[in-house]
């Protein structure tokens, strides 16, 4: 696992400026989009465990299966082609809301060839490793 400066990452893999938004209930998403609009977004994906297979390219590109039995319910928010600025101020306006914490990535150069499963299991793993203080590594 690699950290890296949020100000030092060249964000723009896909020219979509969105935040996805995963599983959370219809009051939080609410919340969020509200958010979403404070910072100056107003393209938000809702995703939930049913698009676990749907491939984060695919998804930036409208092409959303939701054919997933068993998808994760874990809640995330990816960030695609966001600027620094206003993804801190979202998680800040998270914090202020009393909203919990969820997962949370930027689309990579990697990351965007992955399933919405395949990077939640990422980020679920990076947050026990940093808990923990033990290494990790992405599959």
Not at 102 to 108: G, H, K, R
Request: with cysteine; charged share 25%; net charge positive.
């Amino acid at each position: 696992m690699t950290f890296t400066k949020i100000n030092d990452v060249d964000n723009n893999t896909h020219n979509r400026d969105c935040i996805m938004i995963v599983n959370f209930n219809k009051k939080e998403s609410t919340l969020i989009k509200n958010i979403c609009g404070f910072i100056g977004v107003r393209d938000c994906i809702f995703l939930d465990k049913t698009n676990g297979n749907a491939i984060i390219k695919s998804i930036l590109d409208n092409d959303i299966s939701s054919d997933c039995e068993d998808g994760f319910v874990n809640k995330a928010v990816i960030f695609n082609n966001i600027h620094n600025k206003k993804i801190n101020s979202f998680l800040e306006s998270l914090k202020k809301m009393r909203i919990n914490r969820p997962l949370t990535a930027m689309v990579t150069e990697t990351s965007i060839d992955w399933t919405l499963n395949n990077l939640l299991y990422n980020l679920i793993e990076e947050r026990k490793a940093l808990s923990t203080g033990k290494d990790f590594s992405h599959k």
